[in-house]
């Protein structure tokens, strides 16, 4: 039997009790902080705890009310609802009534709940019968209704730095109260670094895989090495836990950081950012059709075969799938991010669409309308027209806008790749209809 199969799991036992144990947010927690001294003076408001996992959002919620002294209420999403609401609020204000003492009403993954039961606490905060501490991963903007996120404080945390996860796994087997201290553990340094390295700022990540490595070296009896090495280390582990949400804040963050690579030419990081997400489990065809958009918005002209290029990728991920469609993606994003860059596509689709919002309906030109029947032809439909493949150069320069948008310009091309050779064309026939009309006139 494991020695620690009897106890509560290491990451629980050495919790922070205290602001002098915490680790990290010294941007928060730091002496003469904001949140420092408010913890300090008791002077405490409803407040959202925003954070990647294991970076100390409930740790924190715990110190505050164990300095505090108030009562600390958790509550669940999956297991409450505005029924349990209720309840609690009576509870708190009994104890407020009778013995002066608040309560402290935690949240955990606040995001995972309902807007009823977020519109359920919005009555007690405003009247202070509690005090809400919210914990989320997302983020609040998206993942919080408005009216409940007016009357809370929203504190950003970070992932706990690789000095900070050292720290507390230097704490963990050192301390022979709450940690492995009692067992006499060394941590080869390869095996430390690579157990850093794995937390990936995570620190409930971190104590888990040193206390299954523990567990491996208890097993041995008192003979077994008492010096855990990277082989213990990495059998104690399981992959890397690849931060990613498919429909959360770092979702956005990271296709947002893979589509600006690819417009910044960077085609390292695109690289990157691209198995970051595959990685953590996106939607390979998601990935995909944001590649196309790439392609023809920051791409466009500038090199036609972008966009040929996007497809077959689309095409690879939903014929092929994970893992094999990896190497297609990734295809696609290097010549996407190598490609030369115009948004003048883009650019031009937006400013005929504003010109289509702001001005009348004007009718189609006559001469370029469809004439299919005898009564459409006897009313001018299509007179006049000039078949241009017919006309030399292949080109006979009518106008084809409006009347009151004659000689409007939507698109100019670039000066790179392809674009170039588009701007000499228009450039051409362009000289062309100013030749043409000068014979006319």
């Known amino acids: 039997m494991s020695l620690f199969s009897l106890t509560a799991p290491l990451a629980e036992r050495l919790r922070p009790r205290t602001l002098a144990e915490f680790v990290g947010q010294e941007h928060l927690l730091g002496?003469?902080?904001?949140?420092?001294?408010?913890?300090?003076?008791?002077?405490?408001?409803?407040?959202?705890?925003?954070?990647?996992?294991g970076s100390g959002k409930t740790t924190l919620a715990r110190v505050i009310a164990n300095i505090t002294g108030h009562k600390f209420v958790a509550f669940s999403a999956v297991m409450n609802g505005v029924k349990e609401v209720r309840d609690l609020v009576a509870d708190a204000q009994q104890l407020l009534a009778n013995f002066g003492k608040r309560t402290i009403l935690f949240?955990?993954?606040?995001?995972?709940?309902?807007?009823a039961q977020q519109d359920a606490f919005l009555p007690h905060l405003e009247a202070g019968t509690v005090i809400l501490i919210g914990a989320t991963t997302e983020n609040p903007s998206f993942a919080v209704?408005?009216?409940?996120?007016?009357?809370?404080?929203?504190?950003?945390?970070?992932?706990?730095?690789?000095d900070n996860i050292g720290e507390i796994v230097a704490l963990a087997l050192r301390d022979e109260l709450r940690g492995l201290g009692k067992m006499r553990l060394t941590l080869a340094d390869d095996a430390r670094a690579h157990l850093i390295n794995y937390a990936n700022g995570d620190a409930r990540a971190a104590l888990g895989a040193l206390e299954m490595a523990a567990n491996y070296a208890s097993e041995g009896g008192e003979n077994a090495a008492k010096e855990l090495t990277l082989t213990t280390i990495k059998e104690a582990i399981t992959a890397r836990n690849v931060t990613y949400d498919k429909g959360g804040d770092e979702h956005y963050n990271l296709i947002s950081a893979l589509h600006k690579s690819v417009r910044g030419s960077d085609p390292q990081a695109a690289l990157y950012w691209l198995a970051r997400m595959?990685?953590?489990?996106?939607?390979?065809?998601?990935?995909a059709r944001r590649m196309v958009r790439m392609a023809s918005e920051d791409i466009g002209?500038?090199?036609?075969?972008?966009?040929t290029l996007a497809l077959a990728a689309k095409d690879a991920a939903h014929f092929l799938g994970l893992p094999e469609c990896n190497t297609a993606l990734a295809e696609c994003a290097i010549y996407l991010a190598t490609a030369p860059k115009s948004n003048k596509t883009y650019v031009a689709f937006n400013a005929a669409a504003a010109a289509v919002a702001q001005t009348r309906n004007e009718p189609v030109p006559l001469h370029i309308r469809n004439a299919p029947t005898k009564l459409m032809k006897q009313l001018d439909y299509g007179k006049g027209y000039q078949y241009d493949p017919d006309c030399a150069d292949g080109f006979s320069g009518q106008d084809h806008l409006p009347e009151s948008l004659a000689g409007t310009v939507f698109y100019t091309p670039g000066e790179f790749g392809f674009e170039r050779e588009l701007k000499k064309r228009l450039d051409y026939w362009e000289k062309l209809r100013a030749t043409r009309r000068r014979v006319e006139n």
């Not at 949240?107 to 807007?115: G, L, M, Q, S, T």
């Not at 595959?278 to 990935?287: I, M, N």
Request: charge should be neutral; aromatic fraction near 6%; proline fraction near 6%.
């Open 107 to 115: 949240v955990d993954e606040i995001h995972r709940f309902n807007k």
């Open 145 to 162: 209704n408005g009216a409940l996120l007016s009357r809370c404080r929203v504190w950003t945390l970070n992932a706990l730095s690789d």
């Open 31 to 53: 002496v003469g902080r904001l949140l420092n001294r408010a913890i300090v003076a008791d002077q405490i408001v409803s407040m959202i705890l925003w954070g990647p996992p």
């Open 278 to 287: 595959l990685s953590g489990g996106a939607d390979p065809l998601y990935v």
């Open 301 to 307: 002209l500038a090199d036609p075969q972008a966009l």
